[in-house]
């Protein structure tokens, strides 16, 4: 089709009513939300989605790890539909943009389309993966990874959050288990539009983020043992110590990822003492580091290094290490065929962009496996994200999503 002039444009107003309206469920403590993935909080979300959805005449199924997929039909049987979306779970501690902007950008595109009267020859189908945050079951984007066949279903039933209750379980208690088979959908490409989480938009005066790559990723999991004594009658000499070895620990990881720069990043989230008393040495430390680069080859040495280096650290302690790789993802390179229409599309709306490379992992990590793939970013405030501080504007949000109208009806085809 010719590209959709520049006139074309999205109700503003009515997508960022739309976001104040799902921030309303699972509130934060301090302005942003606690949606975490298969709570009560989450399956409001849902309904209200699904509500909005039907309304907008589209049709929803769900597969059996708990993705939601809205289908606006297109004029040509045959043709495979467009994907657009993203995630609405959050962080325990999240913003109200970040997933969220993608799948509710998404069902403002189906909205727009159906406001002037438009037909796609290609379908549309605003998606809700689920599980993308991983903040309640590690890994990260676990439905959509295995829609790509990287986890078996199995696996991701399996999971279980720090509360010792399972993936399945929550699921199925939530009653959001679909009927469809996971990964059975197929794609004719996949959009999903992204708060940066990043300070580079707002520092460059940029409207548009292209997204190029996507960093690679290892989630580790430490596991270090020590011996639990009372930390004040035990002497010095006589310890030993997981904390002190994870201290160590994190300053080496901060020291690898330093060496590796520049584009490298390494750091520790997450921690968990056992039995976790002021006056007791702990005898279980867990913790997760986080590594990420755009470059493969660094990605692999830097977590060879840290595990080995790690080894060598307990083991002159007498602590003992095991490792899990809890998350990872390769690198990821979109299809630049979609990264142009992208670019071509903040181009005819008049939108500054620039070329960027994602630090976080997205669901579309995992789609570019299996359809052509790209992402939209809009600036956030600061860089901030996780965190309930996180803000965008309404015009940010309406420049990300205008471009993801013009991009999607590029490659979806509008019926003659």
Not at 60 to 88: E, I
Request: glycine residues 12%.
């Amino acid at each position: 089709m010719s590209a959709p002039g520049e006139n074309l444009r999205i109700n503003s107003a009515r997508l960022w009513d739309s976001l104040m309206e799902m921030a309303k469920i699972g509130p934060g403590i301090a302005g942003g939300n606690n949606r975490q993935t298969l709570t009560d909080a989450d399956s409001a979300g849902r309904h209200l989605f699904q509500d909005w959805c039907t309304a907008a005449g589209m049709t929803m199924g769900v597969d059996t790890m708990g993705t939601m997929f809205a289908t606006r039909p297109g004029t040509d049987p045959d043709a495979l539909p467009v994907y657009l979306g993203s995630h609405l779970d959050t962080q325990p501690t999240g913003g109200k943009y970040d997933g969220v902007l993608g799948v509710l950008g998404a069902l403002e595109v189906v909205r727009t389309l159906n406001d002037l009267g438009i037909q796609t020859r290609h379908p549309l189908v605003v998606t809700n993966w689920a599980n993308e945050e991983g903040a309640r079951f590690a890994p990260a984007m676990l439905a959509s990874g295995v829609f790509a066949g990287v986890h078996t279903q199995d696996y991701a039933y399996g999971r279980r959050d720090l509360d010792g209750k399972t993936y399945g379980e929550e699921l199925a208690r939530i009653g959001w288990i679909g009927d469809e088979t996971v990964g059975a959908r197929k794609m004719h490409a996949y959009f999903e539009l992204h708060i940066e989480q990043g300070p580079i938009l707002e520092a460059q005066g940029k409207d548009i983020g292209v997204v190029t790559h996507c960093q690679g990723l290892w989630w580790l999991e430490f596991t270090l043992t020590g011996r639990e004594a009372h930390t004040g009658s035990t002497p010095m000499a006589m310890r030993v110590n997981a904390g002190l070895a994870m201290a160590r620990i994190f300053e080496m990881v901060q020291a690898v990822a330093m060496e590796n720069q520049p584009d490298a990043v390494g750091g520790v989230g997450q921690v968990k003492f056992a039995p976790n008393s002021r006056n007791v040495l702990p005898g279980t430390v867990v913790f997760t580091v986080d590594i990420r680069t755009v470059d493969q080859a660094k990605l692999d040495r830097m977590r060879a290094k840290i595990e080995a280096e790690a080894a060598t650290i307990c083991a002159a302690l007498g602590v003992g290490c095991a490792v899990e790789a809890v998350g990872h993802f390769d690198p990821v390179t979109f299809t630049p065929e979609l990264v142009d229409r992208v670019r071509a599309a903040a181009d005819r709306l008049g939108y500054s962009h620039m070329n960027v490379v994602s630090g976080a992992g997205h669901d579309a990590c995992w789609a570019a496996r299996v359809a052509p793939t790209t992402m939209i970013f809009c600036p956030c405030v600061g860089g901030l994200s996780h965190n309930e501080a996180e803000e965008i504007s309404p015009e940010w949000a309406a420049a990300g999503t205008d471009v993801l109208l013009h991009a999607v009806l590029e490659t979806a085809g509008v019926a003659s």
